[in-house]
Nanobody, 111 residues
Framework: QVQLVESGGGLVQPGGSLRLSCVAS????????MGWYRQAPGKQRELVAR???????TYADSVKGRFTISRDNAKKTVYLQMNSLKAEDTGVYYC?????WGQGTQVTVSS
């Protein structure tokens, strides 16, 4: 059984930065394509960024130029570097691999 564990969320002021991590564990040989999604209060879960097995990346228009997704295959870990954070980036951030989701980590951007 595959598990995903996120970390790195917290409270940050507008303009600040956070780095999220997602570690995959279990019976897997590759972390495959993985992604970060977020869900704000009262809104649907939305894609933030994805990275393929080959390393190609996709970003939501709202985070392009501010967020960077990366991966460390040896550590079975995917990262999301978030810079120039805005209030509208607030939400629970979830890691995803195929049909598996992590438990989420809260990101709050507020002064």
């Amino acid at each position: 059984q595959v598990q995903l564990v996120e970390s790195g969320g917290g409270l940050v002021q507008p303009g600040g930065s956070l780095r999220l991590s997602c570690v995959a564990s279990g019976n897997i040989f590759s972390i495959n394509g993985m992604g970060w999604y977020r869900q704000a209060p009262g809104k649907q879960r939305e894609l933030v960024a994805r990275i393929s097995t080959a390393g190609s990346t996709t970003y939501a228009d709202s985070v392009k130029g501010r967020f960077t997704i990366s991966r460390d295959n040896a550590k079975k870990t995917v990262y999301l570097q978030m810079n120039s954070l805005k209030a509208e980036d607030t939400g629970v951030y979830y890691c995803n691999r195929l049909a598996t989701w992590g438990q989420g980590t809260q990101v709050t951007v507020s002064s």
